[in-house]
């Protein structure tokens, strides 16, 4: 991955509160964090060194937790670097806390699926994906059913490590750990969220290049599943993340809340475009990627 995304992604992981209430005996910069948090980032692998102190240090913050909040975080530590390559069209980025897990990348799935990740060398697009499955063709390139699969099996994996976190601290929990399950999990529903978008994008290209129903029936049932995982993601938030005072300046402003909104009115807009479906349109034969 080129070092420019590799920056972009490991900005903004660990929230504010995170910052607030893990750093003693003064508040730790975010390149602090990043060194704690993306200590086992594939693209850029820590020394064993680094490795042990990052394990000694949330010994230190989280006892006998420590480990396992660690393995919560190796997953976790690769979702943004993965969404910046395959899916975040790779322009200058402005750094406002959070601002990258709020991009929802398009209100509408049109504008989703119409967009190319920072690393093209790598990442076979949406368009061309639909290009290439028309054509019956194939790809030296990660297709976007791969990225999709890849997502949803992190999703699953840290899902499960925060709540084996959770059993084994009880209640009441600390409240730098009770932040930290918080960012894992919001990434955990981030990355459920693009997992479906994918899929719907591959399959809202098809639609349009073949004007069968059946693949915007199947694209809405994909976007459903994504706004789905996006309103788990504000459950799961609650009102902690709120946008830094500089967002407004790149249109970045509002709440996890408010995104939600905007994306279920773009589902319902996708929605009144092919449901309910007839019977033709059901019994139409329609790409289907390989099971997950």
């Not at 209640?171 to 730098?176: D, E, I, L, S, W």
């Amino acid at each position: 991955m080129p070092r420019q995304l590799r920056r972009a992604a490991s900005a903004c992981f660990v929230s504010a509160a995170v910052l607030a209430t893990m750093a003693a005996p003064s508040r730790a910069s975010d390149e602090d964090l990043d060194v704690h948090v993306f200590a086992f980032e594939r693209e850029r692998p820590a020394s064993p060194a680094a490795v042990e102190a990052t394990r000694a240090d949330y010994a230190r913050r989280f006892g006998s937790l420590g480990p396992a909040v660690v393995a919560a975080l190796r997953p976790a530590s690769e979702v943004l670097p993965m969404i910046v390559a395959a899916v975040h069209p790779f322009k200058p980025l402005p750094t406002v806390p959070d601002w990258r897990r709020r991009q929802r990348l398009g209100t509408s799935l049109a504008v989703y699926a119409d967009i190319a990740g920072g690393d093209r060398e790598r990442f076979e697009t949406f368009v061309a994906a639909a290009r290439r499955i028309v054509a019956d063709g194939s790809t030296a390139l990660r297709s976007p059913e791969a990225t999709s699969r890849w997502f949803d099996a992190t999703a699953d994996v840290m899902l499960a490590n925060v709540r084996a976190v959770e059993a084994a601290a009880g209640n009441p929990r600390a409240p730098a750990l009770d932040a930290l399950l918080t960012d894992v999990e919001v990434l955990a529903h981030l990355a459920r969220f693009h997992a479906h978008r994918i899929l719907g994008a591959v399959h809202y290209n098809l639609f349009t290049r073949s004007l069968k129903l059946g693949e915007l029936y199947a694209a809405t049932l994909e976007e459903r599943q994504a706004v789905a995982a996006w309103r788990q993601l504000v459950s799961a938030v609650g009102e902690r993340h709120v946008a830094g005072l500089g967002a407004r300046r790149f249109g970045l402003a509002g709440s996890w809340r408010d995104e939600l909104t905007l994306l279920e009115t773009g589902l319902k807009d996708l929605e009144a475009q092919c449901c309910p479906p007839d019977d033709a349109t059901l019994k139409q034969s329609i790409w289907s990627p390989l099971p997950r």
